[in-house]
Nanobody
Framework: QVQLVESGGGLVQAGGSLRLSCAAS????????MGWFRQAPGKEREIVAA????????YYKDSVKGRFTIFRNNAKNTIYLQMNSLTPDDTAVYYC???????????????????WGQGTQVTVSS
């Protein structure tokens, strides 16, 4: 059973930084692409970033390019999202997600993700 546990959310002022972590268990981590999603109040969940099984290929939502970085440590079964230059529009619950397979090469967000964490709240004050 795949389990994903996010951490690192919190309250930060605009212009600040946060690093989210997602610890995965119950899976062969190196067989999975991973992603970060977010959902703001009253809005649909959207993908923020994704990374392939070995970290070579990544995908970012346009509005976070140049500010957010997704990376992974397969030895620790963990992915991260480094978020810099945060704005109030980044306020949301952030979710970690997993998708089985090595065949994605960063050309768009890829197929649907199969497993989800419980989310961590990120609030950016103006």
């Amino acid at each position: 059973q795949v389990q994903l546990v996010e951490s690192g959310g919190g309250l930060v002022q605009a212009g600040g930084s946060l690093r989210l972590s997602c610890a995965a268990s119950g899976l062969t981590f190196s067989m999975y692409a991973m992603g970060w999603f977010r959902q703001a109040p009253g809005k649909e969940r959207e993908i923020v970033a994704a990374i392939n099984w070995n970290g070579v290929y990544t995908y970012y939502k346009d509005s976070v390019k140049g500010r957010f970085t997704i990376f992974r440590n397969n030895a620790k079964n963990t992915i991260y999202l480094q978020m810099n230059s945060l704005t109030p529009d980044d306020t949301a619950v952030y979710y970690c997600a997993a998708r089985y397979g090595r065949g994605w090469y960063g050309d768009g967000p890829g197929p649907d993700f199969e497993s989800w964490g419980q989310g961590t709240q990120v609030t950016v004050s103006s």
